[in-house]
């Protein structure tokens, strides 16, 4: 069985404050796009997996073996999987690339063993895996909330297109939620985020747009500062850090500017997409 694990994007990310559990409270607008590894998984002798990226674990630290394991301890089967992994979505870049893997591997298992669980168990398998994995698995623009386990999806339709551009350096989403903890930090409207996205509001989308974590993120690679920059001075109307970076995406809806732009970057060796919002042909797939 062959599956596409879609990477996500932050339109508007809030964190509201520590718990005292230690996580962070957040509020999020979330949204599936159009960018995607490839999965696929085969019944085997043992499990194992091989993937096109030499640098990325290929035991228990791999999303997709933790989220075998964790089935597997769930729901008590035997079954092993042979897992190819065609990856495509960068690392420590804000875009969920783990977490969509993982995502995959649970709605497969679940087809594949036909062990026939409800969302809510299929999102409770997740959650044990990653806080963004519950996301990954509805797969739905959602308004998302605590430390990424309430889901709220709506539908929305959006006609702009994205510019995504990667620095070379990636950011460690721990040491940027520890150092938003020490800083004053913008607390950007998701549900105004939201209304604009429900209601094709391209100008509302760009007003709303926010990320609570950028500044700290600027702190620790300085290169998504200049790649902002290039975007903002390239024409894109909106531009923004996806959750902890290090990616920055640019919203427009001029073509001849999104490809010149994409030309651009690529000479500066830059990883670059063109890409948009899967809106309500998301959900499962």
């Known amino acids: 069985m062959r599956q596409r694990a879609y990477a996500k994007i932050n339109l508007c990310l809030d964190v509201v404050g520590r718990r005292d559990d230690g996580f962070h409270e957040l509020r999020m607008i979330m949204t599936p796009i159009d960018f995607y590894d490839v ?13 096109n990226r030499s640098y990325l674990p290929v035991n ?25 992994l065609q990856k495509h979505i960068p690392t420590r870049a804000g875009l969920a690339g783990g977490s969509a893997d993982a995502a995959a591997a ?46 709220l999806p709506f539908e929305c339709d959006p006609d702009f297109e994205l510019l995504l551009v ?12 520890e150092l938003v903890d020490s800083m ?7 549900l105004a985020m939201q209304k604009a996205l429900q209601e094709n509001d391209y100008q509302g989308v760009i007003s709303s747009l926010g990320n609570s974590l950028e500044s700290a993120s600027l702190q ?44 651009a970057f690529k000479k500066e060796k830059y990883f670059v997409r063109r890409t948009r919002i899967l809106g309500n042909t998301g959900g499962f797939r």
């Open 60 to 84: 228990e630290k791999n999303t997709i073996i933790k989220a075998i394991e964790v089935m597997r301890r769930r729901y008590g089967f035997e079954n092993q999987f042979a897992c190819t």
């Open 39 to 51: 999965l696929e998984m085969v019944p085997a002798y043992e499990t194992s997996l091989s993937l």
């Open 184 to 190: 004053e930090v913008e607390h950007p409207d998701c």
């Open 220 to 263: 620790l690679v300085d290169e998504i500062r200049v790649v902002k920059e290039k975007l903002v001075e390239r024409g894109f109307d909106g531009v923004l850090m996806s959750g902890s970076g290090s990616t920055v995406f640019g919203i427009t809806k001029n073509t001849a500017l999104l490809y010149e732009a994409m030309n």
């Open 106 to 151: 649970i709605r497969m298992m679940n087809q594949m063993l036909r062990l026939h669980l409800s969302l809510e168990e299929l999102i409770d398998v997740a959650r044990e895996v990653g806080s963004d994995v519950p996301f990954c698995l509805i797969n739905r623009p959602a308004y998302v909330e605590g430390t990424g386990e309430k889901i």
């Open 166 to 177: 990667k620095p070379g350096k990636g950011v460690s989403t721990k040491e940027a939620f």
